[in-house]
């Protein structure tokens, strides 16, 4: 069975940072692009960034640029969020995804097979 775990949310001050990570078994994710997505409290799921199935190459939602790293560690078959600089309006239930297809790249929810159970990240004001 193949799942995503995430992990490293929490409750931080504004400014502060968190790694997030996603964890997966049950099948390698090294040739599969992989993305975070985050949802806060009514709103749509958004898109957060994204990493190509390569690694060569990370893409990310204007809000969070020079901020958020997405990377990946296909050894260790998980893929990280490094949040810093956190504000307000990064709170929200954050999900990583992989789309199931290798080789293929996408940075829509629509694309992405695979979800994680999501971790709460809350920054205070």
């Known amino acids: 069975q193949v799942q995503l775990v995430e992990s490293g949310g929490g409750l931080v001050q504004a400014g502060g940072f968190l790694r997030l990570s996603c964890a997966a078994s049950g099948r390698t994710f090294s040739k599969n692009a992989m993305g975070w997505f985050r949802q806060a409290p009514g709103k749509e799921r958004e898109f957060v960034a994204a990493?190509?199935?390569?690694?060569?190459?990370?893409y990310y939602t204007d809000s969070v640029k020079g901020r958020f790293t997405i990377s990946r560690d296909n050894a260790e078959n998980t893929v990280y969020l490094q949040m810093n600089s956190l504000k307000p309006e990064d709170t929200a239930v954050y999900y990583c995804?992989?789309?199931?297809?290798?080789?293929?790249?996408?940075?829509?929810?629509?694309?992405?097979?695979?979800w994680g159970q999501g971790t709460q990240v809350t920054v205070s004001s």
């Open positions: 995804a992989a789309v199931s297809q290798t080789y293929y790249d996408c940075l829509i929810p629509d694309c992405y097979d695979y």
């Open positions: 990493i190509r199935w390569s690694g060569d190459e990370t």
